[in-house]
């Protein structure tokens, strides 16, 4: 039995490597919550919070500036993204 010299060492090794970066990348592109979604649109959401919520938040305003009676189910809708972002929070503390 022979050993193979150092430059297939080399060669095999460098392969594998890059194998495995590949492999790699594809787990953890599956792990991204935007794939993990399933959907493009909430991908989308997902990859973009800041946007898409300051886009609302622009959106409500605007409504809130010409209807004044809006204003209480603003504060109501607000209680609620508060709260439902609180129980998010305790549901990613136990998937950790």
């Keep these: 039995m022979t050993k193979p010299s150092l430059a297939q060492r080399r060669a095999q090794l460098v392969a594998e490597c890059a194998e495995q970066r590949a492999g790699l ?40 500036a010409k209807r004044k009676r809006l204003a209480g189910l603003a504060g109501a809708l607000m209680s609620g993204v508060g709260m439902v972002r609180n129980v998010l929070g305790v549901v990613r503390q136990f998937r950790r």
């Design 25 to 64: 990348a594809d787990a953890l592109l599956a792990l991204r919550p935007s794939n993990a979604l399933g959907h493009p649109v909430a991908g989308f959401v997902v990859g973009n919070k800041k946007l898409v919520l300051g886009t609302a938040a622009t959106a409500l305003g605007l409504l809130l």
